[in-house]
């Protein structure tokens, strides 16, 4: 998030601060691949859990955050890096909800 606020785009901000808020939160709506899990038979955590991975699941077509180009090398350089890394975590938080029940 970080990233996004330095680089001033308040609707990625907006995106990655909903991801985070929904690992406290006690309501689960989970956007994209809710059909992993049956909702009764998962803790909570693991529900948040999966809510944020999926909420924070900014890659795809035209437009999405890996769409982006910046004005300096060094920009686009830190947001390959980020993205990279948050690609795999999202991955590892979708295995991590769905595997520990």
Same mark, same amino acid.
Do not use: H
């Given at each position: 998030?970080?990233? !996004?606020?330095?680089?001033?785009?308040?609707?990625?901000?907006? *995106? $990655?601060?909903?991801?985070? /808020?929904?690992?406290? !939160?006690?309501?689960? @709506?989970?956007?994209?691949? =809710?059909?992993?899990?049956?909702? +009764?038979?998962?803790?909570?955590?693991?529900?948040?859990?999966?809510?944020?991975?999926?909420?924070? !699941? *900014? $890659?795809?077509?035209?437009?999405?955050?890996?769409?982006? *180009?910046?004005?300096?090398? @060094?920009?686009?350089?830190?947001? @390959?890096?980020? +993205?990279? /890394?948050?690609?795999?975590?999202?991955? /590892?938080?979708?295995?991590?909800? *769905?595997?520990? =029940?």
């Amino acid at each position: 998030m970080a990233f !996004s606020l330095k680089e001033q785009s308040d609707y990625w901000r907006g *995106v $990655f601060k909903s991801a985070i /808020d929904k690992l406290d !939160s006690p309501y689960t @709506e989970i956007p994209y691949y =809710n059909d992993c899990i049956i909702d +009764s038979q998962y803790a909570l955590q693991n529900k948040q859990l999966l809510s944020a991975a999926t909420t924070a !699941s *900014v $890659f795809g077509g035209m437009g999405s955050w890996n769409d982006i *180009v910046y004005p300096t090398d @060094e920009a686009n350089k830190t947001n @390959e890096l980020l +993205s990279a /890394d948050l690609y795999n975590k999202i991955n /590892d938080a979708i295995i991590a909800s *769905v595997n520990n =029940n």
